[in-house]
């Protein structure tokens, strides 16, 4: 007994099936966005921050990095904007 001829006729049937189910899904998908917290410093820190700054080396690799985080923090607060 041959069932060739029965699974080459479902195959196209399973493949219309297969790409109407998946049109029915119209609705787009939206990306979720995490936004990273931004910490808060008050002014005696930004201050004090500010100090140990002033008195780093002349071309200190802290003071790239510092450059840095202030851009990533304001990508941050834009992205909770």
């Known amino acids: 007994m041959q069932r060739t001829g029965c699974s080459k006729r479902a195959l196209p049937l399973l493949v219309i099936a297969t790409l109407s ?4 899904g119209t609705a787009p998908s ?7 917290p931004v910490a808060a410093y008050d002014r005696a820190f ?3 921050l500010a100090d140990e700054i002033k008195r780093l080396p002349p071309g200190a690799a802290l003071e790239r990095a510092m450059l840095d985080y202030a851009r990533l923090r304001d ?3 834009a992205c909770l904007a």
């Open 75 to 77: 990508q941050a607060q």
């Open 30 to 36: 939206r990306p979720v966005v995490v936004c990273p």
């Open 21 to 24: 189910l998946t049109a029915c």
């Open 46 to 48: 930004q201050a004090r």
